[in-house]
């Protein structure tokens, strides 16, 4: 099993920054398996970020060239850096460990973007 640890929610205004955080422990075989999700209200977890398996990182359309997905190998970390925020990408934040059998996600943190 993995565990995860996601950081660094808040409320922010339009236009502002924020970076998640993810720490993972346990049977981790590489963080090219983790990946972002989000949740807003009313609405299905939809796939933010994720590393393809040449490690390079894959955004959803809505997040594009403002979302940077990165990850720190040797200290089982992954951040997801939020710049230009906008009202829509409020949510809850969720982090995610898929590997084979194991199926792991963090217990979110709150992203609010508003004035």
């Known amino acids: 099993q993995v565990q995860l640890v996601e950081s660094g929610g808040g409320l922010v205004q339009p236009g502002g920054s924020l970076r998640l955080s993810c720490a993972a422990s346990?049977?981790?075989?590489?963080?090219?398996?983790m990946r972002w999700y989000r949740q807003a209200p009313g609405k299905e977890r939809e796939l933010v970020a994720s590393?393809?398996?040449?490690?390079?990182?894959n955004y959803a359309d809505s997040v594009k060239g403002r979302f940077t997905m990165s990850g720190d190998g040797a200290k089982n970390l992954v951040y997801l850096q939020m710049s230009m925020l906008k009202p829509e990408d409020t949510g809850v934040y969720y982090c995610?460990?898929?590997?084979?059998?194991?199926?792991?996600w963090g217990q979110g943190t709150q992203v609010t973007v508003s004035s």
């Open positions: 590393f393809t398996s040449g490690g390079s990182p």
């Open positions: 995610n460990y898929r590997r084979l059998g194991i199926n792991n």
């Open positions: 346990g049977s981790i075989f590489s963080t090219n398996y």
